[in-house]
């Protein structure tokens, strides 16, 4: 990790997801051949962070970008590091096509449930009755649909080979995410196919709340729309 | 023998291509059909995205990764690669993108057009950037200018595009399957290949700083105007003693080159300047004509987009007339012939 004070909110998940991906790759000794691929959002600054070659991509694209890159290097380890917009919203079909391909990549999906870096929209995991910029009366199913669990989606896909979601709301939670995006490496370095880590995380700006409330939301309302786990884990057997 | 498509395909594995990325769209689809056996004998990369923009998002990963990278696709399709267009220019990536233009605009259909010239010239990608374009006329050009696109996207650390149209790249020509020529090119020092043993590189286009973005625009127009310098091309057939000159390219140059024969042998004068390169436009190469021309007819296959590049050039020196089929209409060189003739008499010349 670069030393430079990190732009991000107090209360802000990325910062901490951030410090775990690069004691992972410390830990695991791949500071030299990993390459990250971040997005369009709070963490498009994530070069200045991220210690290691780095790639942008457009919104969305991601998934292809990384892809792309894999298969003209297939021996580097490369991650996306996508939020809700980038994952689920416009680029969905990147996403899902990466790990439909079975793409010896690595997604970390930040989900917190709105759009930040843009001032607050609506996201495709916005919960129902929350309120954001573009949908200020709280989102309705039947005009805006339901919140969309892309993580659910991908794990159905044969291609995908270690599929988890995971929270940041306690230092046990935090210290489960770091052993979840670990797994999710080491499978790429197995060559097994597409990992995925969503990490629910706060947004205590957006939510307009405190970051204490922040940490609280997260367990009380986010961790219950999308619940914690393993969804797939192909070295388990674990299969949906 | 060889259609052009496949001309395409085999001068881009001949040229080094490492990665191919595309997604099927009439009228081109031989070519990623090509590619997924070729590229396979040769142990290379060809993976079908999943749409056109994921393709040309997988082409700028191959090319941040370093090798040689090529999409293709259609006018609509090319639409959907814009956004991936001004991410290379910016990034300054090195790509090769191939359109086949087919009549449009919206879904048009799948005959040959040339209403994407604006498209590729002034950009259908957002921002302050421009693209090399080349329009090759027969299928040995098809081949030769594939692989020189190659060299100039890597030499420039540019995407560079190939306009075709529907017709030629259904055209069958014998072709001679030149090799590669060397060519210096500056070491791939920008390139993500893992920070081994050097300190960690950034791909970005994202410039907050005003001033900052300021000096990259102007860092790109440096690089625009050495392209203005070196890169023009364009073919000349019997313009020595013209008074009147025609302007086309691709297959309207055919068309046109048909016309000229034609209305020659009726003692005409009359000749055809053919731009290579749509940008750089060949500005010099016309404006030597236009002291030597009484009038220039620029013929498009479109309702006219080339004309305007042309006017520029001329800068009111000449008179320019304009004639067009656009929609996917090919017509024969005797309509051209008549066109001619038409202005011939009229224009008193």
Request: charged share 25%; glycine share 10%.
């Amino acid at each position: 990790m670069k030393p430079v004070p990190f732009h991000y909110c107090p209360g802000c998940g990325h910062s901490i997801v951030h410090r775990l991906i690069c004691e992972i790759i410390d830990e695991m000794g791949i500071q030299s051949k990993t390459i990250c691929i971040p997005p369009a959002g709070c963490a498009v600054l994530a070069y200045n962070y991220f210690d290691i070659d780095v790639c942008e991509a457009a919104h969305g694209r991601g998934g292809a970008v990384a892809t792309g890159y894999k298969r003209a290097r297939p021996d580097k380890i490369v991650f996306t590091y996508q939020g809700d917009g980038d994952m689920a919203a416009i680029g969905t079909a990147e996403t899902l096509h990466a790990a439909n391909r079975g793409e010896s990549i690595t997604g970390i999906f930040i989900n917190n449930a709105v759009y930040g870096m843009t001032g607050g929209q609506m996201a495709p995991t916005t919960l129902l009755g929350q309120k954001t910029s573009t949908s200020p009366f709280g989102r309705r199913s039947n005009v805006e649909g339901y919140p969309l669990k892309i993580t659910d989606l991908i794990a159905m896909l044969p291609g995908s080979a270690y599929i988890a979601r995971n929270s940041v709301a306690t230092p046990a939670k935090i210290s489960a995410t770091k052993k979840s995006i670990r797994k999710a490496f080491e499978m790429q370095v197995a060559g097994k196919g597409y990992s995925l880590v969503e990490v629910l995380s706060p947004c205590p700006t957006n939510w307009k709340v405190t970051p204490v409330e922040a940490f609280k939301y997260l367990e009380e309302r986010m961790e219950k729309e999308f619940p914690i786990g393993v969804l797939k884990d192909i070295t388990k057997d674990k299969g949906k | 023998m060889m259609k052009g498509s496949n001309a395409i395909g085999e001068a881009a594995v001949q040229a080094g291509c490492m990665c191919y990325f595309g997604y099927p769209i009439t009228p081109q689809n031989e070519i990623p059909e090509y590619m997924s056996r070729r590229m396979d004998e040769m142990g290379r990369v060809f993976l079908q995205g999943e749409s056109e923009t994921a393709s040309i998002n997988m082409v700028l990963g191959a090319a941040a990764a370093g090798a040689r990278a090529m999409t293709s696709s259609s006018s609509p399709g090319i639409s959907l690669k814009q956004e991936g267009m001004s991410f290379l220019a910016s990034l300054e990536l090195p790509a090769v993108i191939v359109n086949i233009n087919r009549g449009g605009p919206g879904l048009g259909n799948i005959a040959p057009s040339q209403g994407d010239y604006y498209q590729a010239t002034r950009g259908g990608g957002h921002g302050d950037y421009r693209m090399p374009v080349y329009a090759p006329g027969t299928v040995q050009e098809l081949y030769d200018l594939t692989m020189h696109a190659f060299d100039i996207a890597d030499k420039f650390r540019t995407p560079v595009m190939l306009l075709g149209d529907g017709m030629i790249g259904q055209i069958v020509e014998p072709i001679v399957l030149n090799k590669k020529t060397e060519v210096e090119l500056p070491p791939k020092d920008y390139i993500l290949d893992g920070a081994d043993g050097r300190p960690s590189r950034i791909i970005k286009s994202l410039i907050l700083d005003p001033n900052e973005m300021e000096e990259h625009n102007w860092k790109l127009k440096r690089k625009y105007d050495l392209m203005r310098k070196k890169l023009p091309q364009c073919e000349e057939f019997m313009t020595e003693d013209a008074k009147l000159t025609i302007i086309a390219y691709g297959t309207a140059a055919r068309i046109a080159k048909g016309a000229v024969k034609r209305v020659r042998s009726e003692g005409l004068q009359v000749g055809l300047l053919r731009p290579i390169t749509l940008w750089p436009f060949p500005e010099e190469a016309i404006k030597n004509l236009a002291k030597k021309s009484k009038l220039f007819m620029v013929f498009e296959m479109s309702t006219g987009q080339m004309i305007d590049d042309v006017k520029l050039a001329v800068g009111g020196r000449v008179e320019c007339e304009f004639y067009g089929r656009p929609g996917g209409v090919v017509p024969a060189p005797q309509e051209i012939a008549r066109i001619i003739e038409r202005y011939w008499i009229q224009k008193e010349l």
